[in-house]
């Protein structure tokens, strides 16, 4: 298995190599495939304005707090579990109660500081004013969120978390980066999910990073689509990390409705422009 991932990725590699050429070509055509360009090459090498670097140390801390602290928490786990688990709808819709360490849990399934940042920096290029996530667990990825907003100057940062002491842990670490433009939602993603998209129909930037199963992903993304502003993007966190996942990845990438798509191995962005009808998907690597 280690060994067919590791294969996997080497053709990722290569097959991004050809696509980033691609994209530089395709851009010229494109705001929004040069904005993802310039991301692209910003993220590999670094680069950082002063306020941003500053912005980006406040969760650099966050994260050694989390790494080093001795805490519990006590967790109802609605999702689908790790990758080898085979829970079944009842129990996903009963939620699985476990211990486990914070540090455990940041360690296991918290944003990583690459694909954080590469987060921060969509938000950062793309100016969305309405943004959504699926899964806050520590609130580290929605740090990354606000805190672009508020360089921003605008939006507000919506996340939803469905055990309970994980939304608590993530809010009193929100607070203190005296952020004001972000709410956490707690309860399960199918009981508030509907209402807050009657309320919000303008949604520009949508993160789902929960219950990684095949047919919620699918579902997530056509609940989402329908109150989506135009244009808005939409990122997939885990799309290599099941066969489920991987079959859930390839419908949506291929879906008529989505202009562009980006597959960075790990996690998938979707551009939609409802008034255009191009399409293209491109591989890429940071």
């Known amino acids: 298995m280690k060994l ?3 294969i996997k990725k080497g053709q990722h590699l290569l097959s991004s190599k050809i696509d980033t050429k691609r994209l530089s070509n ?15 090459q910003a993220a590999r090498k ?22 080093e602290t001795k805490d519990t928490v006590s967790i109802s786990d609605y999702g689908f579990g790790s ?10 819709l009963e939620g699985v109660v476990k211990t486990s360490q914070v540090s455990q849990v940041y360690k296991n399934a918290s944003s990583s500081k690459k ?33 672009a907003l508020k360089l921003n100057n605008n939006g507000e940062f919506i996340t939803l978390e469905g055990a309970t002491e994980l939304a608590r842990i993530a809010d009193k670490s929100l607070r203190k980066f005296k952020l004001d433009n972000f709410s956490i939602i707690e309860g399960k993603f199918q009981d508030n999910l509907p209402s807050l998209l009657k309320k919000y129909n303008d949604i520009d930037f949508v993160f789902i990073d929960g219950h990684h199963e095949e047919k919620a992903t699918l579902n997530y993304f056509e609940m989402f689509y329908t109150s989506l502003n ?12 099941s066969a489920g996942m991987n079959k859930a990845w390839q419908k949506i990438k291929n879906d008529v409705r989505i202009n562009w798509t980006i597959d960075f191995y790990f996690r998938g962005v979707c551009y939609i422009d409802k008034k255009k009808s191009t399409k293209q998907n491109y591989k890429a690597w940071i």
């Open 115 to 147: 694909w954080g940042e590469l987060m921060f920096r969509i938000i950062r290029a793309y100016k969305p004013l309405s943004c959504f996530e699926l899964g806050t667990c520590l609130g580290i990825s929605a740090a990354y969120g606000a805190l």
């Open 26 to 40: 395709d851009k010229e055509n494109s705001v929004s495939l040069s904005l993802m360009y310039d991301i692209i």
């Open 230 to 241: 135009n244009p808005a993007i939409i990122i997939f966190d885990d799309i290599n990390w």
């Open 83 to 92: 990758a080898d688990d085979k829970r079944t709808e009842e129990q996903m």
């Open 46 to 67: 670094n680069e950082w304005s002063d306020e941003e670097m500053q912005a980006l140390q406040t969760i650099i801390d966050l994260r050694s707090h989390y790494s």
């Open 4 to 6: 067919l991932k590791k």
